[in-house]
């Protein structure tokens, strides 16, 4: 479940061979000549949670920039 504020935008980065989703340029280590700016990394977040069969809540007046709950545990 991905929680966004229904009001929300964020300038964000997609690896282009990866495809993994940062606010900066540099959090994959194949974003040094893969990465490409996306305007709205919300967007991008949302297309790929409902893809893959999640649920999205748009909250008002949040007062944060996005949350999730997983459906696996992170590797650490």
């Keep these: 479940m991905l929680l966004v504020p229904d009001d929300g935008m964020a300038v964000g ?5 990866c495809g993994a ?3 900066t340029w540099d959090e994959c280590p194949d974003w040094g000549t893969a990465a490409r700016r996306v305007p ?7 297309c790929r949670v409902l ?3 999640g ?5 008002g007046h949040a007062g944060f920039a996005v949350a ?8 650490l």
């Design 55 to 59: 649920e999205v809540v748009t909250i």
């Design 68 to 75: 999730a709950r997983l459906r696996f545990p992170v590797p």
């Design 51 to 53: 893809d893959d069969g």
């Design 40 to 46: 709205d990394l919300l967007e991008e977040m949302i």
């Design 21 to 23: 989703l940062g606010c």
């Design 13 to 17: 980065f997609k690896c282009g061979r």
